[in-house]
């Protein structure tokens, strides 16, 4: 709904607020942890409290950005004309975006919904300074069991590499028709 707002009202604050946006996308992550983890853990008190609540706010606020990006460039593509006879039939601004662009922009929400899932299913650094408790590590971290400085052990490791590939693999081939039809008729378009 934001890149909806942002292209369909032009003002100079809508467009501050997107190129503001698109900026915070070049920061990397790297350069922001140590002050992260310092207000989250040592100020507030998070990552002790609640480490888990925290890293689904910070994977929404990170991964906010590219989305309103990638959903701004769709809807730009989208013709006014389909909202005009909407809106002539009827429709406020509500309706014709739950009604005709929210829709739309299935094969587009498929394709983010994807690349989120990869991201965090498969980030490594983020949940390692978050998670300090065992019980909540993610697949990733908890590989690194099997692995040590003068041996792996290869037997325990494989079956975890499968496991944390699979769910994945899944999405990816549920998804893969949503993805495929939105490059299709972005081509068309």
Known sequence: MTAYYIVRNGTTFNNAFFAVLVASMIIPFQSIMIPLIYIYGAKLHFIDTAPVSLLIVLYIGFGSAFSVFIYHGFIKSIPLELEEAALMDGCNRRQTFFKIVLPMLAPTSMTIAILNVLWIWNDYLLPSLIL??????????????????????????VPAILMTVLPILIVYLFGQRFIIKGLMQGAIK
């Open 132 to 157: 300090t408790e065992e019980k909540n590590f993610t697949m990733p971290i908890k590989m690194k069991v099997f692995n040590g400085t003068y041996m792996n052990n290869w037997e325990l490791l």
